[in-house]
């Protein structure tokens, strides 16, 4: 009998000292496009969620990449691909507003919170309890674009171009409606295709009509296209441009004299460095992927350490809703500012305006709303 006790006594004690299985990482797909017209915000997006994702710990989050390319039918595909193998708790949706208009539906119908950048003003206003959105709407960049050129430069007689996509509508919309409030309306609106390789028709129209200011909406090609094509034709014309000018990787596809006069909005500025968090995120940044960042990866960056602080939180029994309902109800401080959900799924709140001295391609931070 008292081998026998020994015996038992003694595989108890193996049992209690054998290692605990290690939890098994979360899936978080990220769809997000790295082909097409907006590869370089894809790029952008996914580079900041990465690096999130190693940071939050790779024993709690496993990121798997999507290309969403540029239409809405291979975002839909990307989104079935990455459920196949069982439904996640959270997917971080692509850039592109038609792609995310395309992916609300599904992301409701499975329950699942779908964080996003996307700064298409509509998103927010359907009402899904599982949209989530890192990086501030058209309604309030597009405020603040149009408030910097009325009320701080003091230009009147703005000229529109405009992407002709979701994206470049959307801005449009509110550039129009901000405008007409501040009594400077439009002189010329122009809607542009994102494969257009010449738009001086656009710009000689805008010399026409009597424009003080270029006022852009369009993706990164297009704007690098509209500047120096500006340059040559309206050398002298102040533009302020959407938020992708302050791209790094646009900037670097101008000359810095191109750049002489040329403004931009965007949530925030990683280059301009202007405080210690992200000074970090920048320095991290360009030791993992040899290159600059920018509001995109930032806003990205942000969201993923808000949701991987929340699974850690939860553990890994609490169900989807339990995690939409944190992203819902919760505040976060990250580099680029706080977020909190206003109801509607929008998470940030803030504005920068920011402009190139012709000098540099690394633009100052001139306002903030």
Same mark, same amino acid.
């Given at each position: ?6 015996? #038992?006594?003694?595989? %108890? ?71 196949? %193998? ?5 997917? &971080? ?29 509509? @998103? ?13 709407? /058209? ?12 009320e701080k430069l003091g230009l009147r ?23 007409? /409030? ?19 028709? *656009? ?20 704007? $690098? ?10 050398? /002298? ?16 596809? @101008? ?27 920048l320095e991290a940044y360009r030791a ?15 969201? #993923?350490?808000?949701?991987?602080? &929340?699974?850690? *939180? ?22 680029a500012g706080t977020y909190r959900s ?19 391609? $690394? ?7």
């Open positions: 009998m008292g081998r026998r006790r020994r015996a #038992v006594a003694t595989a %108890a004690l193996l049992l209690l000292a054998a290692p605990v299985a290690a939890q098994q990482p979360e899936r978080l797909p990220i769809l997000v496009p790295l082909t097409g017209f907006v590869a370089l915000e894809g790029t952008s997006q996914k580079n900041g969620a990465l690096l999130a994702a190693g940071e939050v710990g790779t024993a709690v989050l496993k990121p798997e990449v999507l290309d969403t390319a540029a239409t809405p039918e291979a975002a839909v595909t990307a989104w079935e691909r990455s459920l196949g %193998a069982g439904t996640p708790r959270a997917v &971080i949706g692509p850039i592109l507003g038609t792609q995310m208009l395309a992916l609300l539906p599904l992301a409701q119908e499975r329950k699942v919170p779908l964080l996003t950048i996307s700064g298409t003003a509509r @998103l927010g206003e359907l009402g899904n309890p599982y949209f989530f959105r890192f990086f501030p709407s /058209d309604g309030t960049v597009k405020v603040a674009q149009a408030r910097y050129v009325v007689k703005p000229a529109v171009i405009y992407q002709s996509t979701s994206y470049g509508q959307s801005g449009r919309e509110q550039l129009a409606k901000t405008f007409a /409030d501040l009594k400077a309306p439009p002189v010329m609106e122009e809607s542009v295709s994102p494969t257009a390789n010449d738009l001086s028709y *656009a710009l000689l129209r805008a010399k026409s009509a009597g424009a003080d200011v270029l006022v852009l909406q369009l993706h990164a090609a297009s704007t $690098v296209l509209a500047v120096r094509q500006a340059r040559r034709l309206l050398p /002298d014309m102040p533009i302020v441009a959407g938020s992708a000018m302050h791209q790094p990787a646009t900037a670097a596809l @101008l000359e810095p004299g191109e750049l002489k006069g040329v403004c931009a909005e965007t949530a925030s500025s990683p280059v301009s460095a202007g405080t210690a968090g992200m000074g970090a995120f993992t992927y040899r290159s600059e960042p920018d509001a995109y990866a930032a806003a990205q960056y942000d969201a #993923v350490k808000m949701l991987g602080g &929340i699974l850690k *939180a939860l553990g890994p029994a609490a169900p989807a809703e339990a995690v939409r309902a944190r992203l819902a109800g919760d505040s976060y401080r990250g580099i206003d109801g509607k799924g929008n998470m940030a709140h803030e504005a920068e305006i920011v402009c190139f001295d012709g000098k540099s391609r $690394v633009p100052s931070v001139v306002a903030r709303y």
